[in-house]
C-alpha cells in the first residue's frame, strides 16, 4: 500500500521528510502515554495552555512552509492543513463552516486520536487541537507575519459520548484599556 503522504528518507541521516519538513514516525501509544504523563504531572489545564501555545506556533510554521511549498492561499492552506492531520492519522479532520474574512472556523474531527485513546473520558480530551486550528486561521488571515487574532476551543468530544468532536475558532475578543 503506497503512503497517502509521501515519506522521504534520508539514506545518510535516516531523517524522514514529507514536503520537505522532517517528520517523526511512532505508534500512537508511545505518543499518547508521553501526553498523558505530562498532563498527569503539569494537571490538564497547564498542560493544555502549554501545548496551546506551541501548536499555535507550529502550526503557523507549518501553514507557511506548505503554503510556500505547494503554492497555496487563502483559506485553501487551512484546508490543506486538516487534510494534511487526517491523512497522518490524527483523525478525520473535515470543515462545517469556515470564513477567512471573518476569522472563524467550525471543525468536526471523526475518530480523533486522543478520543479513541481515552474512549471513556469524563472530561474533553482533545484539546491539543486548539491550538494547531487557531494558528493555522490566524495564518490564513494574516500570514506569516501578523499577530494573534483568533482562539480556539473545544465544545464536545468524542470521549464524552458525543458522535464526534467538534471545535470552534473565533477572533479573540479585546477590552479597551482603562
Not at 499577530?147 to 467538534?166: M, N, P
Request: net charge neutral; glycine share 10%.
Amino acid at each position: 500500500m503506497k503512503p497517502q503522504v509521501p515519506i522521504d528518507v534520508d539514506e545518510e541521516t535516516g531523517v524522514w521528510t514529507t514536503g520537505g519538513l522532517p517528520m517523526l514516525y511512532v505508534p500512537r501509544h508511545f505518543f499518547m502515554n508521553n501526553h498523558r504523563a505530562v498532563a498527569a504531572v503539569l494537571g490538564p489545564a497547564r498542560y493544555a495552555d502549554i501545548i496551546y501555545d506551541a501548536g499555535y506556533a507550529s502550526a503557523r510554521f507549518w501553514c507557511e512552509t506548505e503554503a510556500k511549498t505547494h503554492g497555496f492561499q487563502g483559506i485553501s492552506v487551512f484546508e490543506h492543513y486538516l487534510a494534511r492531520l487526517s491523512q497522518r492519522g490524527w483523525g478525520l479532520f473535515s470543515i462545517i463552516k469556515a470564513s477567512a474574512e471573518n476569522g472563524t472556523a467550525d471543525i468536526r474531527i471523526d475518530h480523533s486520536a486522543f478520543a479513541l485513546a481515552e474512549p471513556k473520558a469524563a472530561a474533553k480530551v482533545c484539546y491539543m487541537f486548539s491550538g494547531w486550528f487557531a494558528g493555522a486561521m490566524d495564518w490564513v488571515i494574516d500570514g506569516a507575519t501578523g499577530d494573534r487574532r483568533s482562539v480556539c476551543l473545544e465544545l464536545q468530544c468524542q470521549a464524552g459520548g458525543h458522535a464526534h468532536c467538534k471545535f470552534a475558532v473565533r477572533p479573540m475578543i479585546s477590552t479597551p484599556a482603562g
